[in-house]
């Protein structure tokens, strides 16, 4: 028996010539059809579903013969453990259990299910063994090949983080927060003027004013107390009732009255500063002031808000007639009809319009911004922590940034914070994903789990560690990161769009693309649509994503190859290997390309 299995493997041609009993089924047996339904098996969700199916031919299964077909996976040439289910055909008169095959008409059969998917599945050939057993014989066919490798384009998915103080929809390297508040403190002056003029004349009635003169007064000696001078606010009005054209240019001299003034005023400081403190005046360097100037015209809000707090009685009268007319010229003659009549809109209402208005707005705190940023690098320990983190956030600069964060980490007073070892790892995570170098992994990796160490159960520590493990390839505990930061009691993190890429992992293509929002022009939003074969939708999706990456031009040549456009498919697989030399190896294993891998331009690219 033993001799007659070797007989059987050797070829079809010794089987007829010993005259195996199973007469014609062996040289008949190509005639046989078997295949997948869809030979492009793919990995969905660690699954790979199929559907096998066959034609036996009329007078081919002998009626007491039993035939078993096992698709199979082979690997390198050699068979792994069968994922197939086993398909057993019986012939007409067999009692053993099977699909029944009649003799004389032949029959099909299809058996759809599904295995678990692999590493190396990528490279296997999908063959379909048979044998075939009739009484105490048994033969065993040539294998048919029914396809090759099972395409794992749903592993493709790929985190871009990017660094930033906000969450939002995306992968986002999370700063902590510096809770730094600036804090402000203004004064107030206001110079009143005579009609149609702009010449400052404090011997005006409202100048002269006490709760006027006050408020001069108190400005000064605000001025006086040496704050940080953030801005001064100058602001140039004018009274409604004259022309419009006249009205602007009035305002605007005035705003420039206040300012003089306002310089003559810190002049005047600087010099009295000075005197007490001993310092030559050419010693002394003068802050450079930013101002905010505003020459507002006509101050028609501030007539309204006069009218109707005063006492004139025909005051909503007045409004009526002014505010119902179609034009600020007719309104401004409506005014000057009135002054005539009703004598207090003259005296009372419009004066205190003809005006410029100086707010100084200082900083509370002990230094300004440029200040901060000074001292964080010649003199931290002048800084407290927040203004340390504060100033971090004011450069763009990651080095400096890193700088700062590291002296921080340095100082053994600030240790029991957490964030500056946050924002250092994030960092260095940034510089991994830019630079591919290891060491810098690492040490994000260190720096972030210091931080976790000082502060568990924090959302933004969790969420920057989640984006570490999947960049390390740690995928299991990447979801596990980030599933807890968006359950952390502490600034916990929305990961909606972070964890829809798990379910393209999980075959689950719609959540996907639900959870993620259907992010315009994004990488992992195109991968979703590509694998549920909207391949119009996926290729708007990846043409519009900006300084497209080695994944982006890949995931394109995966498009191109799917929709039958070789020259795409080319040009795209050309880029992605020019950005990223490991995507070579990458490429010649991968199925989505088996039907150009044997052309010429495409053994030119990957050689």
Same mark, same amino acid.
């Given at each position: ?13 010794a ?23 869809? @030979?492009?098996?793919? +990995? ?8 096998v199916k ?59 299910g &599904? ?45 871009? @983080? ?9 992968? =986002? ?40 003169k006050?408020?001069?007064k ?7 107390q ?6 001064? =606010?100058?602001?140039? $009005?004018?009274s ?18 206040g ?30 002031l ?22 004139? @009685? ?22 000057r009809?009135?002054? %005539?009549?009703?004598?207090?809109i003259? %005296?009372?209402?419009?004066? @205190?319009?003809r005006?410029a ?50 002296? =921080? ?8 914070? $957490? ?17 591919? +170098? ?23 520590i ?34 909606s ?26 990488? +992992? ?17 990846? %043409?519009?994503?900006?300084d ?22 080319? &040009? ?27 052309t ?8």
């Amino acid at each position: 028996m033993k001799n007659f299995k070797l007989l059987c493997l050797l070829s079809l041609t010794a089987l007829v010539l010993f005259g195996c009993g199973f007469g014609k089924m062996v040289p008949r047996y190509p005639e046989i059809s078997v295949s997948l339904e869809n @030979p492009d098996l793919e +990995n969905k969700g660690g699954k790979v579903e199929y559907t096998v199916k066959g034609t036996i031919p009329p007078k081919y299964l002998k009626k007491k013969a039993t035939m078993t077909v096992e698709p199979t996976v082979k690997i390198g040439g050699e068979n792994v453990m069968p994922p197939f289910a086993t398909i057993k055909l019986v012939g007409e008169k067999s009692k053993e259990a099977g699909i029944k095959i009649p003799y004389k008409t032949g029959g099909n059969f299809t058996k759809s299910g &599904s295995f678990d998917f692999k590493d190396g599945y990528e490279e296997a050939q999908i063959v379909a063994l048979a044998n075939a057993s009739l009484k105490k014989e048994i033969c065993i066919f040539p294998e048919k090949i029914l396809g090759e490798g099972i395409s794992n384009t749903s592993s493709l998915i790929g985190m871009s @983080p990017v660094l930033s103080d906000n969450s939002g929809s995306g992968t =986002i390297l999370l700063y902590a927060p510096h809770n730094y508040k600036p804090e402000f403190v203004t004064d107030t002056a206001i110079i009143y003027f005579e009609v149609n003029s702009s010449v400052l004349n404090w011997n005006l009635k409202l100048n002269k004013d006490a709760k006027a003169k006050e408020e001069i007064k108190k400005f000064v000696e605000f001025l006086g107390q040496g704050r940080k001078i953030d801005k001064v =606010i100058v602001v140039g $009005w004018a009274s409604p009732e004259g022309e419009e054209s006249k009205n602007q240019g009035l305002s605007e001299r005035r705003f420039e009255q206040g300012k003089k003034w306002f310089n003559e005023q810190y002049d005047k400081y600087i010099k009295d500063y000075c005197k007490a403190n001993k310092i030559k005046m050419k010693d002394f360097q003068k802050p450079e002031l930013v101002f905010e100037n505003h020459a507002n015209g006509e101050d028609w809000t501030g007539f309204e808000v006069a009218v109707e707090n005063s006492n004139i @009685p025909e005051k909503n009268k007045i409004l009526n007639v002014v505010l119902s007319q179609t034009s600020n010229e007719m309104r401004e003659q409506k005014i000057r009809e009135m002054i %005539d009549i009703y004598k207090e809109i003259a %005296d009372v209402i419009l004066p @205190p319009l003809r005006r410029a208005v100086v707010t100084m707005v200082c900083n509370k705190n002990n230094y300004n911004d440029q200040q901060i940023m000074e001292l964080a690098t010649t003199d931290p320990s002048q800084l407290s922590l927040n203004e340390r983190l504060y100033a971090a956030s004011l450069t763009k600069d990651l080095g400096g940034k890193a700088n700062i964060y590291a002296a =921080i980490i340095k100082d053994a007073n600030l240790q029991g914070d $957490w964030r500056a070892y946050n924002n250092l790892g994030i960092i260095r995570l940034n510089d991994y994903y830019t630079t591919n +170098n290891n060491a810098y992994l690492k040490e994000a990796k260190d720096d972030l789990n210091k931080a976790n160490a000082v502060s568990p159960n924090n959302g933004t520590i969790l969420n920057n560690l989640a984006i570490a493990e999947f960049l390390s390839g740690n995928y299991d505990a990447a979801k596990a990161s980030l599933q807890a930061s968006q359950s952390a009691k502490l600034n916990p993190v929305n990961e909606s769009y972070n964890l829809g890429m798990f379910k393209i992992l999980e075959g689950d293509y719609a959540s996907a693309l639900q959870m993620m929002n259907n992010k315009k022009c994004d990488y +992992n939003v195109a991968l979703a649509q590509l694998l549920q074969k909207n391949y119009t939708v996926a290729k708007a999706t990846l %043409d519009c994503i900006p300084d497209a990456n080695a994944k982006v031009y890949y995931l394109q040549a995966v498009l191109a190859a799917r929709t039958a456009n070789e020259s795409n498919l080319y &040009s795209n697989l050309r880029q992605a290997i020019s950005k990223d030399a490991k995507l070579k190896a990458k490429a010649k294993r991968d199925p989505e390309f088996k039907k150009y891998r044997n052309t010429n331009e495409f053994q030119s690219i990957i050689k």
